[in-house]
């Protein structure tokens, strides 16, 4: 079992769609980030939690950390949303430093 | 304020020749970290480095691989004698010095490595 697990796998949506993503993980860590990876391939760092809640704009990231699990919601979507949003946390100690483990990735495919 | 850079983009090599991808952190980030993205796979941490140390080298496969972080220059991952698993997307991430309480990565582009 991986120590991150996301879902779904694939997400398609219509244009103007709420979307949820989820990402459980099994380990105890100092801090979770949800990452964007472009069809080009390129990763963009969205958020980084440790507690609650946070928002940038249409997208809004939670986490609650004595349930070890985190959600990704994507108000009124947009075709250019299209990407793979990937979980990693960061559990590392004052040796590892902040090395990241990551999920499988969810692809989401918005549709005009 | 330049993002993190990554060279070459793309890099194609014959099976035993020697791949060199390296990676210039952002400006004031001393931390790098390199990440390997397998085909159809999700990112695996390698090595993670600060100038002139490697801290954390447990993800790196124990032969053929080495990486290094100079006092001047880039950061540099090495595969010697490529073999066709190696194909994959490495990116690179760095960080500000800990303690300063920024620790989010910023990515590279990524250097995707074909095997041949």
């Known amino acids: 079992k991986n120590e991150v697990e996301q879902s779904p796998q694939n997400l398609t949506a219509q244009e103007g769609e709420f979307i949820t993503i989820n990402c459980s993980y099994s380990?105890?860590?100092?801090?979770l980030h949800w990452l964007q990876q472009h069809p080009g391939g390129g990763i963009v760092s969205l958020f980084m939690?440790?507690?609650g809640k946070k928002k940038h704009g249409r997208l809004i990231a939670t986490i609650n950390i004595q349930e070890k699990h985190s959600s990704l919601h994507i108000t009124a979507s947009h075709p250019r949303d299209s990407a793979v949003y990937i979980c990693?946390?960061?559990?590392?100690?004052?040796?590892?430093?902040?090395?990241?483990?990551f999920g499988e990735g969810t692809q989401l495919t918005v549709n005009p | 304020n330049a993002g993190v850079m990554q060279n070459p983009r793309h890099l194609v090599r014959r099976r035993g020749q020697e791949a060199r991808l390296r990676c210039s952190p952002m400006?004031?980030?001393?931390?790098v970290y390199w990440y390997r993205q397998l085909p159809e796979e999700g990112l695996k941490f390698m090595v993670y480095?600060?100038?002139?140390?490697?801290?954390?080298e447990s993800g790196m496969p124990k032969e053929r691989f080495s990486a290094e972080f100079p006092k001047e220059g880039p950061s540099i991952l090495r595969i010697q004698q490529v073999v066709r698993g190696d194909s994959a997307a490495y990116f690179c991430?760095?960080?500000?010095?800990?303690?300063?309480?920024?620790?989010?990565?910023?990515f590279g582009p990524g250097t995707r490595l074909l095997v041949l």
């Open positions: 991430a760095s960080s500000p010095l800990r303690g300063q309480g920024q620790e989010t990565q910023y």
């Open positions: 380990v105890g860590i100092s801090a």
């Open positions: 939690l440790s507690s």
């Open positions: 990693a946390v960061r559990s590392g100690t004052e040796t590892s430093g902040s090395r990241l483990t």
């Open positions: 400006k004031g980030h001393s931390h």
């Open positions: 480095l600060q100038k002139e140390n490697i801290i954390d």
